[in-house]
């Protein structure tokens, strides 16, 4: 089995598992992770990958081979990632210029939805630009949003002026004239999580289906010592920052398919139940083995 985990702490843990399960296991070191998701999906050349829960998501709506492991790898607040260099703040969204580095950017995903539920934003009154395509071949992004000429990228746009915000995260620059443009946005993240019961989830782990089939004793061996792992190093706070099982990443992903859907990133509405009766018929297991 080839492996794709972007954590050095899991990607051991999972390895060591899958190994002790019978089943040799290979771990494909590519950073950041993000950049093993296409090929993943795509062309199925991993067995077990960190994907961008939008890019579940979307792999599963146009049809690809690719089951959820619920596990989370990568969890944090988004509230403080659309930045701005001026005095405008998340209300004045509609009417200016903002950049994202792709549609489906989970990142950009959550950050949307914070804008129409929070502040209520028109995300078609805003002039947006992208920077990049999807993930998964046959997803594309909506007729009102356009694509950065080639060769652009968003951080130099975003310092240089051409935009009003930037939605980022790993790729935000360093600049002391940087500001988040919704006030406190690391106590509004808190108020909203607490509200909702769960953190918005960023990456989680992807099977391909033929994995499922051929390695499940070994797949399940993986989850379980993910769990473990990211049990044992739990951070304190009102909701975990890494859910694991099926019952701990059901808010998250509900909400994350929702906004998907309302913002044109996902073809068809995709019910959690989906996810969790694909992943369990493929492994052969019931919910409650994987934590639902």
């Not at 701005?84 to 950049?99: I, N, P, R």
């Not at 995300?123 to 920077?131: F, H, I, P, S």
Request: glycine residues 8%.
């Amino acid at each position: 089995m080839k492996l794709v985990l972007g954590r050095d702490d899991l990607a051991v843990a999972a390895v060591s598992a899958v190994r002790e399960a019978g089943t040799d296991a290979e771990r494909l070191d590519i950073k950041p992770v993000h950049k093993a998701s296409r090929s993943f999906v795509n062309e199925s050349n991993a067995d077990l990958c960190e994907l961008a829960i939008v890019t579940v998501l979307q792999a599963v709506a146009h049809g690809k081979p690719v089951l959820l492991l619920p596990v989370t790898t990568l969890g944090r607040h988004q509230h403080q990632t659309l930045v701005t260099l001026g005095k405008l703040s998340a209300a004045d969204v509609e009417g200016h210029s903002v950049g994202v580095r792709s549609w489906s950017q989970t990142t950009g995903v959550w950050m949307r939805g914070f804008l129409t539920e929070q502040y209520g934003v028109d995300l078609r009154k805003a002039d947006w630009t992208t920077y990049e395509g999807s993930h998964v071949d046959g997803a594309d992004q909506p007729s009102w949003v356009k694509r950065a000429p080639e060769g652009a990228k968003l951080p130099a746009d975003f310092l240089e002026g051409r935009l009003d915000f930037g939605i980022m995260g790993n790729e935000l620059p360093s600049d002391e004239r940087i500001r988040t443009a919704i006030d406190n946005a690391h106590a509004t993240a808190e108020r909203w999580s607490k509200k909702q019961g769960f953190i918005p989830v960023n990456h989680v782990v992807g099977v391909s289906e033929t994995a499922a089939a051929e390695h499940s004793a070994a797949i399940l061996a993986a989850y379980d010592a993910l769990q473990s792992m990211l049990t044992a190093k739990a951070e304190p706070g009102p909701v975990p920052l890494h859910p694991v099982g099926f019952d701990a990443l059901r808010g998250a992903f509900t909400k994350a398919a929702a906004y998907a859907l309302e913002q044109g990133v996902i073809p068809r509405a995709v019910d959690y139940e989906e996810l969790v009766d694909r992943s369990c018929a493929a492994l052969g297991v019931s919910p409650s083995r994987l934590g639902g």
